[in-house]
């Protein structure tokens, strides 16, 4: 356990003594563009990392839920904990997100130093970590995209059907997949099995954000199309047409 929680702290000073940097060199830009730099930084490594561990290096994780610990797993989700501390101490410190949000970090944290201290599930935990990241750096994509006034592009209507797409396939679909091989497998811990849940139900609220701005923007985008529609149309007075 020295060793991992070691590593746990390297970790979590990296993204710090990373984010202090981009704060210095970003000077004319908020705390929050830092943060977003950092996170997003973090979404492509960790996605790359845990997608070729659950994908390519194995064991596969609908099979060997609850396995004992690889040592790339550990690595992966050493760094991931790292991470995960200091967002979660940014939030709190400077109050952006949400309790849904607070919440997912807390879970995400504890499941993550349960498998560590196990040492055993980090081969599923590993796989929910990919299809979680997966859509993280297009979401600061996105932030990034409407800080800089480029959202209501072409690069930002790909942005949000890719991010809402993946969201569905592999967050949603894929999470209850894994979920399913990690609840009726008899070797993970019940403590994990109702963290897993739990982790699932947070999506699910997530999904339910989602699904609340794409009927938004559906409807932002059919309003002006309505309005045209009704001003082609002929007025009728008392039965009759009447001219414009």
């Keep these: 356990m020295v060793p991992i929680a070691l590593e746990v702290t390297c970790s979590f000073l990296t993204w710090l003594c990373l984010y202090l940097c981009l704060c210095r060199w970003n000077k004319h830009r908020s705390h929050e563009w830092s943060c977003r730099l950092v996170t997003l930084l973090h979404g492509l490594i960790v996605t790359c990392l845990s997608g070729y561990t659950a994908l390519l290096a194995g064991p596969w994780p609908l099979t060997h839920a609850g396995s004992p610990n690889t040592p790339l797993q550990t690595h992966v989700l050493s760094l991931t904990l790292g991470y995960f501390i200091f967002d979660l101490g940014w939030c709190l410190y400077f109050q952006t997100e949400g309790g849904l949000m607070l919440f997912h970090h807390t879970l995400s944290i504890c499941g993550m130093a349960l498998v560590l201290g196990l040492g055993k599930s980090a081969t599923e935990v ?27 592009t072409f690069l930002g209507e790909l942005v949000d059907s890719l991010f809402v797409l ?45 699904c609340r701005f794409v009927r938004r923007k559906m409807v932002k985008k059919h309003l002006p199309w309505t309005r045209l529609r009704r001003g082609n149309e002929p007025v009728r007075m008392n039965g009759h047409v009447a001219a414009h």
Excluded: C, D, H
């Excluded at 990919?130 to 006034?149: A, C, D, H, K, Y």
């Excluded at 679909?173 to 403590?191: Q, T």
């Design 126 to 152: 590993n796989a929910v970590v990919f299809v979680s990241e997966i859509t993280n750096p297009l979401l600061q994509t996105r932030w990034f995209l409407r800080e800089t006034g480029r959202y209501r």
């Design 166 to 210: 993946l969201f569905l396939a592999l967050r949603i679909v894929g999470g209850a997949w894994i979920m399913g091989a990690m609840v009726m497998s008899p070797r993970p811990s019940w403590l994990l099995k109702a963290g897993g849940l739990a982790m699932y139900v947070v999506s699910l609220g997530f999904l339910v954000e989602i």
